[in-house]
């Protein structure tokens, strides 16, 4: 196995329905079983977490082994949440007499394209931020790849979208002092921009994000494919993507490979054209630490199911996981 830099945040990606979940979760669970004090997020909106752990979760963090817990966003109740916090901020700002056409403006652009990504990923940036001092790892269980790579090119867009803000802000408030200079007041008679404040503070916080992102000593990202075309190829482009965006790749899952001990003509015939697609897998991914999973022959549930997997994760060393 491939040496490993190691890292704080772990995100585990990939085509939807490969397994990331399990993968993610038995990951977790090997940084937990080695007395590192772990985050398992979920910011997929089919949320199977739960369904994976027999547990109920919400979105406070809760406890399911020593060293252990998960959460899951739900990216629905985030924008909510994310557009009253907006609200309530403008409702300070605004005249009076124009609140009620900015909130029309607000409620238009929470329904726009993006809004749910920027409201996620604001949503993870506050996980981010607020778990540095609680856990020492946190991994997250990402949504299909597309939606993921909208979520990790945020930082970058956001960060150019804020500072245009903040350019037409410094303008806006250069032209009021010479206002208020020609009135003949003082500049300390000016008022406070509170407008600029908020987005000073907003820009701080996506830099923060943004990098911690983009440090392959404290950010990875993992695929996880299945010995299938489409999985294998979408996660070859997808990894493109994320080269250009700085963002590190760790390694890739390979799960639900067919086990050597599984019988019948059926299974044989399907192993000849796995075999083909796990040499694509290292054609393209050689370069990174591959971990291979069997198929299991029952479906994995509760921890004692994840710890089967995780097992696996140690035994390799993947991700560094001794």
Request: glycine content about 8%; hydrophobic content about 40%.
């Amino acid at each position: 196995m491939k040496g490993h830099t190691g890292e704080r945040i772990a995100f585990f990606g990939g085509k939807g329905g490969v397994g990331k979940t399990t993968c993610s979760a038995a990951y977790a669970l090997s940084l937990a079983e080695k007395g590192q004090r772990t985050l398992l997020v979920s910011t997929d909106p089919a949320h199977s977490l739960g369904d994976l752990l027999n547990v109920r979760i919400g979105d406070d963090s809760l406890k399911v082994s020593d060293f252990l817990y998960v959460r899951e966003i739900d990216p629905k109740r985030a924008s909510r949440r994310y557009l009253e916090e907006v609200k309530e901020n403008m409702r300070e700002l605004a005249a009076p007499r124009l609140w009620k056409e900015v909130e029309r403006q607000m409620d238009f652009a929470a329904a726009s394209p993006g809004a749910d990504e920027a409201a996620l990923f604001d949503e993870m940036v506050s996980v981010i931020l607020e778990a540095e001092g609680a856990y020492d790892r946190i991994v997250f269980d990402t949504a299909p790849t597309g939606h993921t790579l909208r979520l990790l090119s945020l930082p970058e867009l956001m960060g150019v979208w804020i500072e245009g803000m903040l350019a037409r802000r410094r303008k806006t408030r250069e032209l009021q002092r010479m206002l208020h200079n020609a009135s003949g007041l003082a500049d300390d008679d000016q008022p406070e921009d509170r407008v600029y404040a908020l987005l000073q503070r907003r820009k701080n916080r996506f830099a923060s994000a943004r990098e911690r992102l983009l440090d392959p000593s404290y950010t990875t990202f993992y695929f996880v494919v299945n010995p299938e075309r489409l999985s294998i190829l979408e996660a070859f482009n997808a990894r493109k993507m994320l080269n250009k965006y700085g963002i590190p790749v760790g390694g890739v899952v390979v799960n639900r490979v067919i086990p050597e001990q599984a019988d019948g003509a059926f299974l044989a015939q399907r192993r000849k054209q796995e075999k083909l697609h796990l040499k694509e897998v290292e054609e393209r991914f050689g370069d990174l630490p591959l971990l291979y999973v069997p198929l299991e022959p029952e479906d994995i549930q509760g921890i004692a199911g994840v710890r089967t997997i995780s097992e696996r994760f140690r035994r390799e060393s993947f991700g560094g996981i001794q």
